[in-house]
C-alpha cells in the first residue's frame, strides 16, 4: 500500500529558508501536494506538482521532485513567523477509483523563530 | 462562497452516548471526504461519497461509526456508542471534478474537535 513519510518538526529563524522533506513509497503517484495547516484551521493546498516535472517554483516556495529516489522537497525562502504551521505532504495514487483519495504523511511542523 | 462548513466547532461528551458530526461541502462539488486526525495515526481517510453515494468506506474503523449523504449539501458522521480513544479531530473536505482539473485540491472545514470522557 502507499505510504508517505515526513520528519515531525522543523525550527527554523525568521529569514532562513526551510526545507521541507519527505518520502512516499507509490511510484506511480501522479501528483504530489503539500497541503498547510495553521493552528485550529483544515488543510489548505499550498503547492502541488506533476510527476513528470522535476521542479515547481511559485514565489517564495520551490518544490523538488526526484521520482527516482521518490523523494519530494518543499524549500520556503525567506521564512516568515507566519509560515509557523504544519506541512502535509500528499499524494493521488494511481488507480481508477482511488485516483480521487489523497494519502497523507503525519505532517511537519514548521517553527519559525523570530 | 463560504467554504465547507461543520458543525460542532467542539464537542465534548461521556463514553457510550451518541455523537453526530455535520458537514455542508461547498456548493456544486461531487466528492465529499470524512477525515480524523489524530497526533499517533495522523491524517485517515474514513470514507468518500461521490454525488452522495458511498464510494469507499474502508477506513472506518468498526461498526459503530457510520456517516450518511442524504443530499448533495449536506453530510454526517455518526459515532454510536463513542469512546474515549474516539477522541480526535474529524475534518470534511469537498472538491469538484468539473473544470477540468486534473489534480486533487481538496477543501477542507475547520474541523471538530472531539472530545469522549
Known amino acids: 500500500g502507499e505510504d508517505v513519510e515526513q520528519s515531525l518538526f522543523l525550527s527554523v529563524r525568521e529569514g532562513d529558508s526551510s526545507v521541507i522533506n519527505c518520502t512516499y513509497t507509490?511510484?506511480?503517484?501522479?501528483?504530489l501536494y503539500w497541503y498547510k495547516q495553521e493552528p485550529g484551521a483544515g488543510l489548505q493546498l499550498l503547492t502541488y506538482?506533476?510527476?513528470?516535472?522535476d521542479m515547481k517554483q511559485d514565489q517564495r516556495l520551490t518544490v523538488l521532485l526526484n521520482k527516482k529516489d521518490k523523494h519530494l522537497s518543499l524549500r520556503i525562502a525567506d521564512t516568515q513567523t507566519g509560515d509557523s504551521a504544519i506541512y502535509f505532504c500528499a499524494e493521488t495514487p494511481y488507480s481508477g477509483a482511488g485516483s480521487y483519495q489523497l494519502t497523507f504523511g503525519k505532517g511537519t511542523k514548521l517553527s519559525v523563530i523570530p | 462562497d463560504a467554504g465547507v462548513i461543520q458543525s460542532p466547532r467542539h464537542e465534548v461528551t461521556e463514553m457510550g452516548q451518541e455523537v453526530t458530526l455535520r458537514c455542508k461541502p461547498i456548493?456544486?462539488?461531487?466528492?465529499l471526504f470524512w477525515y480524523r486526525q489524530t497526533m499517533m495515526r495522523g491524517l485517515e481517510l474514513l470514507i468518500y461519497f461521490n454525488n452522495n453515494v458511498p464510494i469507499d468506506d474502508s477506513g472506518m474503523p468498526e461498526d459503530r461509526f457510520s456517516a450518511k449523504m442524504p443530499n448533495a449539501s449536506f453530510s454526517t458522521l455518526k459515532i454510536q456508542p463513542s469512546e474515549p480513544r474516539d477522541s480526535a479531530v474529524y475534518f470534511c473536505?469537498?472538491?469538484?471534478?468539473?473544470?477540468?482539473?486534473?489534480?486533487?485540491?481538496?477543501?477542507f472545514g475547520p474541523g471538530t474537535r472531539l472530545t469522549v470522557l
Open positions: 507509490d511510484s506511480s503517484s501522479t501528483y
Open positions: 456548493s456544486g462539488h461531487d466528492y
Open positions: 506538482i506533476f510527476s513528470n516535472m
Open positions: 473536505a469537498s472538491r469538484t471534478t468539473s473544470g477540468g482539473y486534473s489534480y486533487n485540491e481538496q477543501f
